[in-house]
């Protein structure tokens, strides 16, 4: 963060300063909520969660070396008081407020999008930096799957340019995003950053903490749906991001994918100008302006050839406006992932990289968030696709096709998909899962492990033994792990993936375990 002193933050955020013995002491270091990061210099967030209030940790990360605390009320220590939110202000969709009792995360919270705003415009402004002349530009990316690995994707392109700052694995809500906002410093010359939504609004308020000049859209799709209640409304909210960027004539660039229809309709919502990518060798693409005419315009970023090889890794042919770039090889799994690295490229396009500096980095890229396609394979030849981090029917179908992909080229080798409940689905969510599981006959997938004593995994096991495919349910991770260790033969390949809160990376790491794997 850039050098602030507790009487800068207390006007930037309109709160006060108390029990400090000098208001113009200055936070040089971080900003953190986890009292055990805390170190000299630093400024702690008093959050209240579930279990533990951050209040009571002010003493504790005062005597570590933080400045002060931004806090809700007197903590007996050095402390910016942040002023309340009134009620009717409060985001009632918010995981972060869930038990907010007192009104106090939400007051914290709303200083410190106050403060990364601050730090934002601060940086954006052209300054010196040593010897440079920087200014801070923001990336925003969205949509309902591979937010984090195009954010991967963009973090490993933009740090070959410049200082980067990018959130790690997920920080994209209300918390994450003004705390990744803040790690900024003043020779950070890109910000990376992911937004998520629950509701409509979300990325509005994302946007309002760090203003996006370059925003990525990737696709609307089933993701929180039962949230959202249509897709419709999914699009609605996720457009909020192109709603939000400057002019073409400040430099404001939407990235589109050509392939999305939900996400095409966004066009005549922004006022930057439009790049658009496909991944499905989609050249030319039109869509409907402000006033509903329909305009014809060139794919700016496509991928045409795109094979897998014996590791379901990625390659194909690019072109960049019209310019063949040649074959491009992904250390990434999945063809999903193209998309993901088109949408990052684009960005890239979009900030004026140079397209040598662009493919080199992504030539250097790999998986570099956890348990999101993190293959491994054991000593006796068995591969474990640990993709547990979150699912929802589009990702569930990226995953598969990788699965089934893998094992395709060994003989004699069997597709194990060892799944859980996909969260956040909706009215029809047990019919969502009996579709997946009569899917995965068509996809290729030998065998199905369904984790889970609940009628969602029931529904994936029923339709998918219906349809021909070997199906067994288990009722927890261990039981899944115990399976697998029993009837995995050497060269079988598995795939894990479920919605993170069924912590399915247990089962991965289990099996991944033993007899010994190598990366």
């Avoid at 270091?29 to 008093?46: H, Y």
């Amino acid at each position: 963060m850039i050098n602030l002193s507790l009487a800068d933050i207390a006007r930037i955020v309109g709160g006060r300063v108390a029990d400090a013995p000098d208001e113009n002491a200055l936070v040089t270091g971080n900003v953190e909520f986890d009292s055990r990061k805390i170190g000299p210099g630093d400024l702690f967030l008093a959050l209240a969660g579930a279990r533990v209030d951050g209040h009571d940790f002010a003493v504790k990360a005062t005597e570590q070396g933080a400045v002060g605390t931004l806090a809700f009320r007197e903590v007996g220590v050095p402390a910016v008081i942040v002023p309340p939110v009134p009620e009717e202000e409060r985001k009632h969709d918010s995981y972060a407020l869930e038990n907010d009792a007192d009104g106090s995360v939400a007051a914290v919270l709303a200083a410190l999008g106050k403060l990364a705003r601050h730090v934002v415009d601060t940086l954006a402004t052209p300054h010196q930096a040593g010897e440079e002349t920087v200014a801070l530009t923001v990336i925003g990316v969205t949509g309902s799957a591979g937010k984090t690995s195009t954010k991967d994707f963009m973090a490993t392109i933009f740090r070959a340019a410049g200082a980067t700052v990018a959130p790690p694995g997920s920080f994209n809500n209300e918390i994450g995003h003004p705390y990744t906002a803040l790690k900024c410093e003043p020779v950070t010359r890109y910000l990376v950053a992911e937004m998520s939504a629950r509701g409509l609004g979300h990325v509005a308020n994302l946007a309002r903490i760090a203003p996006p000049k370059i925003g990525v859209e990737l696709n609307v799709g089933s993701a929180h749906l039962g949230e959202f209640g249509s897709r419709e409304t999914i699009a609605q909210a996720k457009g909020e991001l192109v709603e939000a960027l400057p002019d073409a004539a400040e430099g404001g660039v939407a990235v589109l994918n050509a392939n999305d229809d939900f996400v095409m309709s966004m066009s005549p919502r922004t006022k930057a100008g439009i790049l658009l990518y496909s991944a499905l060798g989609k050249k030319e693409a039109s869509y409907a302006d402000a006033t509903g005419e329909r305009v014809n315009t060139s794919v700016d970023i496509v991928a045409t050839n795109v094979s897998l090889d014996e590791l379901a890794r990625p390659s194909f042919d690019l072109t960049i406006r019209g310019e063949e770039q040649g074959r491009v090889q992904l250390g990434v799994f999945g063809e999903h992932q193209v998309a993901n690295c088109l949408a990052a490229i684009g960005a890239a396009v979009a900030a004026g990289l140079d397209s040598a500096l662009i493919l080199g980095a992504v030539a250097s890229h790999h998986n570099a968030s956890a348990h999101r396609m993190d293959v491994r394979t054991r000593a006796d030849g068995v591969t474990v696709i640990n993709d547990s981090y979150n699912a929802n029917p589009e990702s569930m179908r990226a995953g598969l096709k990788a699965l089934v992909s893998m094992a395709a080229g060994r003989k004699g080798a069997a597709s194990w998909a060892v799944l859980g409940p996909m969260g956040e689905l909706g009215e029809d969510e047990v019919g969502s899962h009996a579709d997946l599981g009569r899917e995965l006959a068509s996809l290729g997938v030998d065998k199905l492990v369904a984790v889970g004593d609940n009628p969602l995994s029931a529904a994936m096991k029923d339709a998918a033994q219906r349809a021909g495919v070997e199906a067994r349910l288990v009722a927890d991770n261990d039981a899944a792990a115990a399976e697998l260790r029993e009837r995995l033969r050497p060269g079988d390949v598995v795939l894990v993936k479920a919605s993170n809160a069924f912590k399915l990376w247990q089962v991965a790491e289990a099996l991944a375990e033993a007899p010994g794997a190598s990366s």
